[in-house]
């Protein structure tokens, strides 16, 4: 009995620390030093929720910058979505990442690939096909990757200045604002994030 009653107030004192204490410790220092971070680094305009910096949209309206493709439309859908069809099935299969995993031989690839680049050319006249970065006709691993390529948001000024009436130079100067370098100045490449360069432009054209 002795060696059970131990055993008994060691998993309870265990599971107090574990699984309040700590947590709420945890939770505590998160709030406070990274407030931003752990509430999911949420995107606020004209005081309403817009998005998260860590999660891309999709973009079409060609005023606005596109974003990398999404094989799970970044987890978006709509209330249509939820619905049932004629056999039964639901086409929102709830809360998902990831990609398709299709290899370069894949015919379903080969041409979802050649639609992004023939769409892609037609509302950029002035880009030549081997000009496309290859970040914008291919999906990420997670398929919410919120960021650009330097040279696929430059490759795109052209098209938005048309559409929006910004100047290229102006928006040149936006896309070097939110330009970020390598983490931690190693790992990864330049690269921009389209939300934020899109509410910029969005809040110019409110004006």
Same mark, same amino acid.
């Given at each position: 009995?002795k ?6 107030? +060691?998993?309870i004192t *265990?599971?107090?620390?574990?699984g309040i204490?700590? @947590?709420?410790f ?11 971070q752990?509430n ?6 004209n ?5 998260? $910096? *860590?999660?891309g ?5 060609p005023?606005f910058?596109?974003?990398r %493709? ?6 978006t ?5 939820t619905? @049932?069809d004629?056999s039964?099935? %639901?086409?929102?299969? #709830? %809360? ?5 995993n +299709?290899g @370069? ?5 080969? $041409? ?14 002035? =880009?030549k096909?081997?000009?496309? @970065?290859?970040d914008?006709?291919?999906? &990420? ?8 390529? *330097?040279k696929?948001? $430059?490759i795109?000024?052209s098209a ?6 910004? &100047?290229?130079?102006e928006l040149?100067?936006i =896309?070097d604002?939110?330009? $970020?370098g390598?983490?931690? #100045? =190693?790992?990864?490449?330049p690269?921009?994030? =389209?939300?934020?360069?899109n ?5 110019? *054209?409110?004006k």
């Open positions: 009995m060696m059970l009653q131990k055993a008994l107030r +060691l998993s *265990l599971m107090i620390i574990c204490i700590y @947590p709420l945890i939770t505590g220092v998160g709030q406070v030093l990274f407030a931003k752990a999911g680094s949420i995107i606020t305009s005081g309403k929720v817009v998005g998260s $910096e *860590l999660i949209q999709n973009f079409t309206d005023r910058f596109r974003g %493709v999404s094989s799970v439309n970044y987890n859908y709509t209330q249509a979505d619905k @049932p004629e039964g099935k %639901v086409a929102y299969s #709830g %809360v998902s990442s990831g990609s398709q +299709l @370069p031989s894949n015919k379903a690839l080969k $041409e979802r690939v050649q639609k992004d680049i023939d769409d892609f050319l037609k509302t950029h006249p002035d =880009v096909k081997e000009d496309i @970065p290859t914008l006709l291919t999906s &990420s691993g997670s398929g919410l990757d919120p960021d650009i390529s *330097l696929a948001a $430059e795109q000024i938005v200045s048309k559409g929006t009436g910004i &100047s290229k130079k040149q100067k =896309v604002k939110y330009t $970020e390598r983490s931690l #100045g =190693v790992f990864g490449e690269r921009i994030n =389209v939300l934020k360069v509410l910029e432009i969005a809040s110019i *054209l409110n």
